[in-house]
Structure formats: C-alpha cells, structure tokens
C-alpha cells in the first residue's frame, strides 16, 4: 500500500514537470517570432526595418544647396518631380518633321512672250514685248517637306547607337499656258538667231495660226544617312530613367542637375539627290498661213532633265542640352564626297499634214541635234550643313520639336539653266543640212552653287 501511493506521487510530479517545460517553451518560442516579426504586425523595441523615406526641403549637390522648390518641374500635369540631364532620353526614339525650305529656283531665258507687234516679239528686251514665262527664276522658292529620324542606343549608359534618317523635299510642278484658239493673241517663243545675232520668235499665235504652248517644270530634293553615334562627353548620368525605374533610393531620391548637356560625335554615310526638269511643248493648227495648207498641225516638244547624286562620308557633333521641361540641340554636319552630275536633252517635232503620211523629225526649238544627249560629269565635293532645334517636354516620352536647317550644296547642274537661247534656224527640223554652222542650241554645262534652308516642326517619341 505505502508503495502504491509513492508510485502515484511519482507519476503526478513528473507529468507537472512536462507540462511546465511544455508551457515554458511555448512562451520562449511566441517570444522569439514576435521579436522577429514585421513592424508592421505590431510593435517592437528591436525592429530593424527602414523608415520611410522622406525628401528633404533642401537637397546638397557638391557645395551648392538647390532649393527643393527650383527642382520641380512639368508640375502642371504631376508626373515628375525634377529633370535630370538625360531624364528619360530613352534607348530608342523616332522624329517626324514638316519642311518648310526656300531653295533658289533655276534660271532660265525668256520662253514665252507675247507683244501687240508680231514683228518684235523676239526682242524680250523691247517695252512691246512681254515675257510670260522665263527671264528670270522658273521655279518654286517656298518649297515642302518632311524628315523621319529614327535611332537606338546599343547600351544602358547612352554612348554607343546608330541613327537613320530619310528626307524629302518636293514643291510640285510650275505650269504656264499660253496661246489662243483663233490666232487672235500673239504669242511666240523668243530665240537668239545664230546665225545674224538678232533676235527672232517661233510664232505659237498669230494670225492665221492658232496654237498653244505649255511650259512644266519642277524639282526634287532628298536624302538618306546611316550613321554611328558615340559619346564624347555627358553631364549626368545616363543610365537610369526616373519616369519608369524610380525603386531604387540611390537613383530616385539622389539630387539631380537642372541644366545638362552632352555632346555626341557620329559618323557615317550620306547620300543626297536633287534633281529638277523643263518641259516645253506647242501644238499648233495652220488656218490661213500660206505656204502652209490649211489643217496642217505641228507638236514641238523640247525637254531638260537634271540629276545630281551625291555619295559622301558624313562627319559631325550633335550637342543637346536640356533645363526642366526644354530640351536644345545644336548639329553641325560635313559630308565629303563625289557628286555624280547627268543632264538629258530631247526633242522631237511632229508634222501631219492633210491626206500625208505624218513626219517624225529629232528635234524641236530649244533642243536640237546640237546639244540633244546624255551629258555627264563627276566632281570631289563638300557640302556643310547646320541644325538648330528646340523642343519641350510635353508628356513623357514626348517632345514638340522647333528648328532652322541650311545646306549648302555647291556645283548643282540645273534643268533651266542648260537652255541655250541662241539657235540657228537651219537646224530646225524639217532640216535638210544636219552640219550647217554654228552648231548652236549647245550644252553649257552651268554649274551654280545653291543655299538650301528653312524651318521645321515635328514631334519626337522615345522608349
């Protein structure tokens, strides 16, 4: 009995020493993940986590403190608080751009005329006579356009890349009338003869024959470059965009520059082309011209066409620079090449007259067999060029673009200006002595400088 009571005693005690280790290690183990838990699940005198980040009213950069208030920007539509010096300048970026150039249009000599008096409508230089087309600039000064630019950095600090751009520059055609159906208005195409040095006129209008002649012309400018970008020099850093990586507190609570700029040099090949043409054509009807018979209808078709190619290397430096929401860029280019110079010459006559076989003859006025062909030239050349522009930030990844550019493209040969006025009559088809002297309308083979500029507006997008 005594034994069985020591027993029991024995059994109670040792199961009151596991429940109190039981309940003693519960206690210890809350403790420890209550010490080791978030802030936010309650508080703790030993947490470890970091407060939240506050900026302060001033922040230093180097020796100079910027008042938190000069650092904001674009504050109107509040997504961004500062501008860095490549704040969002992305790895990649298209431009559009509206032309709007002058570009000095071609001479040409006098090609219609008309005058009260049938017998000095040759003499341009007369008070009676009046030039309706020629004598001076043939073509459009104010010309349109548009330039797409388009390139891509190759790493995240922005110092390798390319760049692409094409443009293209096109007024359209200039197209003059002139002539009537009945022969009452005189109307002619002036010339040189070359033979007595007098002035002269094909008539188009005049009594007895009724006729008209047209005059077109046009021109064509544009351009295509691939070039390689590199990184000369950089105020800031360029490898973080606050507009879209702003986790970390080194980069997107770090003071920022309000005015940077860097400076990129390229390299590359360019290729420019300009080209313009003048086309000239008359149809005429005999009514009562003798030795002429009546019905007997000519077409006189002269034509001038002028291509300029150029194929350089391209050398320059693009500097930008950007102060809160506005961005500038100024881009001085050289490309030093071998411009490949082609003017063609045609014309053609056509004759029918009544109940006849219709004649065919090479040659018409102004073009003959004189100076009709392919006539071809090459030359080493130069040709500099400038771009200023503006823009301003409008919305992330946007840009409104303002800017002047002038190019300056020397040694162009030009459509107007290889017209020869002077002609001798005895080449005129219908022709029967094809060597008669001199042998003039000739190729002149003028070259003129041109100084090509105007302003430009577009929006550029960056990713």
Not at 50 to 70: A, K, N, V
Not at 177 to 188: L, Q, T, Y
Not at 190 to 217: C, H, K, M, W, Y
Request: net charge negative; with cysteine.
């Amino acid at each position: 009995m005594p034994m069985r009571s020591w027993n029991h005693a024995t059994e109670c005690e040792v199961a009151l020493r596991r429940a109190r280790i039981t309940c003693l290690s519960s206690i210890i183990g809350l403790w420890i993940l209550v010490a080791n838990a978030p802030a936010e699940y309650g508080p703790s005198t030993t947490s470890t986590s970091t407060p939240p980040r506050q900026l302060p009213d001033d922040r230093p950069y180097g020796d100079e403190t910027i008042p938190s208030d000069d650092l904001l920007s674009c504050e109107p539509w509040g997504w961004k608080e500062w501008f860095d010096a490549c704040d969002s300048p992305g790895q990649h970026w298209v431009r559009g751009e509206y032309l709007a150039w002058w570009i000095p249009g071609a001479h040409a000599p006098p090609l219609i005329a008309t005058s009260d008096d049938p017998s000095v409508l040759g003499d341009v230089d007369s008070e009676q006579t009046i030039a309706l087309f020629g004598g001076g600039p043939i073509q459009r000064e104010a010309n349109n356009g548009f330039r797409l630019r388009m390139g891509s950095w190759w790493n995240c600090e922005r110092t390798r890349g390319w760049e692409a751009s094409f443009f293209m520059v096109r007024p359209g055609s200039n197209y003059a009338r002139a002539g009537s159906e009945n022969g009452a208005a005189i109307v002619g195409r002036p010339f040189i003869d070359a033979n007595t040095n007098e002035p002269e006129a094909q008539f188009v209008s005049v009594e007895g024959l009724s006729g008209f002649v047209d005059v077109r012309s046009g021109s064509t400018l544009l351009g295509a470059e691939i070039l390689y970008r590199r990184n000369l020099f950089r105020h800031g850093d360029c490898c973080h965009d606050s507009f879209f990586k702003d986790t970390a507190a080194e980069t997107s609570h770090r003071p920022k520059r309000r005015f940077g700029t860097r400076l990129d040099a390229f390299a590359g090949f360019r290729y420019l082309h300009y080209s313009d043409s003048v086309a000239i054509r008359e149809q005429l009807v005999a009514i009562d011209r003798p030795p002429l018979l009546e019905g007997t209808e000519f077409d006189v078709f002269d034509s001038f066409r002028a291509n300029n190619n150029f194929y350089s290397l391209a050398l320059g430096v693009d500097y930008s620079g950007q102060w809160r929401c506005w961005y500038f860029a100024v881009r001085p280019q050289m490309s030093v090449g071998v411009v490949d110079r082609r003017v063609s010459i045609w014309g053609e006559t056509t004759v029918s007259v009544p109940s006849q076989p219709v004649d065919q003859y090479v040659g018409g006025l102004l073009a003959l067999e004189s100076n009709i062909g392919n006539h071809r030239s090459s030359q080493f050349t130069v040709v500099p060029e400038l771009d200023l522009q503006v823009a301003y930030q409008i919305r992330p990844r946007w840009r409104l673009l303002m800017g002047y550019s002038c190019l300056y493209f020397p040694g162009l040969v030009r459509a107007g200006e290889q017209i020869d006025p002077v002609v001798n009559p005895d080449l005129i088809p219908s022709v029967t002595d094809p060597a008669a002297d001199p042998a003039r309308p000739a190729y002149l083979a003028r070259r003129s400088d041109v100084w090509m500029h105007g302003v430009t507006a577009g929006i550029e997008y960056r990713w």
